[in-house]
Structure formats: C-alpha cells, structure tokens
C-alpha cells in the first residue's frame, strides 16, 4: 500500500523561508497527484491553502506556494510569520475518486 | 456565508451503529461533490468518503468500505454519513467538506469545511 509522507516536524525562523514537502513510499508525485495543501491549528477545522499543485485558494497569502520539487510536492512559506504556526497536511489524489491525506507536518516559527 | 455543520457524534460501544449528519448553507449543496474526513485522536487526518452532488458516484477509503455508507438529501442541504460494525480505530473526529474538482472530474480538494463531530468507540 503506497503512503503518503511528509516531515514530521519541522522549524523556521520569523521571516525565513520553509519548504515542506510530501513523497510516496514508492514512485514520485507528479502533478497528475493534483497534491493539495491545508494548514490546521489547534482546535480549528483544516484550511484549505493550495490546490492543483500551486493554486493558492482564496484569500491565502502569497506567501505561501506550492510546487513540484524532484520527485515531491513541496509547500513553501516565505517570510514566514508567527501565526504560521500549524500543523499542515498534504493531500494527493490517487484517482477514481481516492483522496491519500499524508501524516503532516507539525511547524514551529521560533 | 459558507457554513457546514456536523451533529451526531458521540459515544458508541464496538460493532455499534452511528449515523452523522452535516448540514450545508451558502453554497448550491446539489451542486457540490461532498467529502467526510476524519482525524483521529493523534492528530492524523484521513479521507473517508466522497459523494457526487447527485448523489449517484460515492467512493469510500479501504478502512471503511462495506461499513460506512454516505448519501444525501439535497432538499435538506444535508450530507450523512451512516456508521456500522463500529470498531475503536474509528473513534475520531468527523469533518465534512466541500469537495471541489482540479480538472474535470478528477483532482479533488476540499475547500470549505465544518468544525467536526467527534464520534468515540468504547466499550
């Protein structure tokens, strides 16, 4: 069964720049995994941040893309802010109609 | 306002049966694919189950595939998602959402959704 990994945690610095990124346990994420990205604090529902690989959705900030990097989904945050602060969680769709969401990604800004 | 609210959870003994509903506003519900998710208690989310927005085409995660069963009524607005053979793996918390499509009828995300219902197994 194929699993969908992501870095467990993960730390930046106020206005660094991170990058996450989300694999396969076997073969690459391409853009026909149409990988999605969602932010979710404690307590809250998660929020939706890209799709389609690098679509920011509404209202996210342009500091946040996502892209393909080698064989993996990567979402980076540049310059990033204290309230980035999450959890975030990456999706790959596997086809006919099978949504993978990976383990995610616990960052810290300090 | 998009608003998605979940209800029906709570705590149920092992092979029990639980159904959640999720009732939408601000959207054209009939028109929209609709997803349950769910995170268990150590933080990991997992998709559980997709429906099309007539209700016709529903998909299911190899977790819960012959147990789970989702519909809806679009005259209510509303999204269920019935549980059975109940199992304590199960026990998490339930989101539903707004299920959206990348290209065509494929790449879903989920863009809109609730604050969870939070369904315990235990005996």
């Known amino acids: 069964q194929t699993v969908v990994t992501q870095e467990p945690s993960f730390s930046v610095s106020p206005g660094g720049t991170v990058t996450l990124t989300c694999g396969l346990t076997s073969g690459s994420v391409s853009t026909n995994y149409f990988p999605s990205w969602y932010q979710q604090t404690p307590g809250r529902a998660p929020r939706s941040l890209i799709y389609n690989t690098n679509t920011r959705s509404s209202g996210v900030p342009h500091r946040f893309s996502g892209s393909i990097l080698g064989n993996k989904a990567a979402l980076t945050i540049t310059g990033a802010q204290a309230d980035d602060d999450s959890d975030y969680y990456c999706v790959l769709y596997m086809g006919s109609g099978i949504s993978v969401f990976g383990g995610g990604t616990k960052l810290t800004v300090l | 306002e998009v608003q998605l609210l979940e209800s029906g959870g709570g705590l149920v003994q092992p092979g029990g049966s639980l159904r959640l509903s999720c009732v939408v506003s601000g959207i054209t519900f009939s028109s929209c694919a609709m997803s349950w998710v769910r995170q268990f208690p150590g933080k990991g989310l997992e998709w559980v189950s997709v429906i099309s927005g007539h209700g016709i085409d529903t998909y299911y995660a190899d977790s819960v595939k012959g147990r789970f069963t989702v519909s809806r009524d679009n005259s209510k607005n509303t999204l269920y998602l019935q549980m059975s053979s109940l199992r304590a793996e199960d026990t998490a918390i339930y989101f539903c959402?707004?299920?959206?499509?990348?290209?065509?009828?494929?790449?879903?995300?989920?863009?809109?959704w609730g604050q969870g219902t939070l369904v315990t197994v235990s005996s």
């Open positions: 959402a707004r299920t959206e499509y990348a290209s065509g009828w494929s790449g879903d995300y989920f863009d809109y």
